[in-house]
């Protein structure tokens, strides 16, 4: 078993940063699942749909939660759902975040989610000029 994988995002972004990672990792390390909050979308049909992807992605070990913008709809539902006892949501998605969370299938839930994090943020670099 292994942790499931749910990112709830706005139209398009989960899909390509997804897509990007599926294509340099060559598939995807855990079972994985997109959920996409449209602009007109109703929050508590997203909860609802939310609440069954993590039923069909728990195996046991529980379900991290990633979304792209913390205080958003994407994040407000997953903030919701993370009162499960084996769901834990990281906001502020990224490239390297993701790619993290891949690189690491093998870590229970809650080291799952603090790597996800310390991806996220050792990801964002200011290059300095020569």
Not at 40 to 58: F, K, N, R, T, V
Not at 67 to 78: F, H, K, M, Q, R
């Amino acid at each position: 078993m292994s942790v499931g994988l749910l990112i709830i995002s706005h139209d398009g972004i989960g899909p390509a940063i997804l897509g990007t990672a599926t294509f340099m990792f060559d598939g995807c390390s855990l079972q994985t699942r997109l959920l996409a909050a449209s602009r007109d979308c109703d929050p508590d049909e997203l909860i609802a749909d939310a609440s069954e992807q993590i039923a069909a992605l728990d195996e046991g070990d529980g379900v991290l939660i990633l979304t792209d913008l913390y205080g958003s709809t994407p994040s407000n539902v997953a903030k919701k759902l993370s009162s499960k006892s084996r769901v834990r949501t990281v906001t502020g998605m990224n490239l390297s975040m993701l790619m993290r969370v891949f690189n690491y299938p093998q870590l229970d839930l809650e080291q799952l989610a603090e790597k996800a994090v310390s991806g996220g943020r050792n990801g964002i670099v200011l290059i300095e000029n020569d």
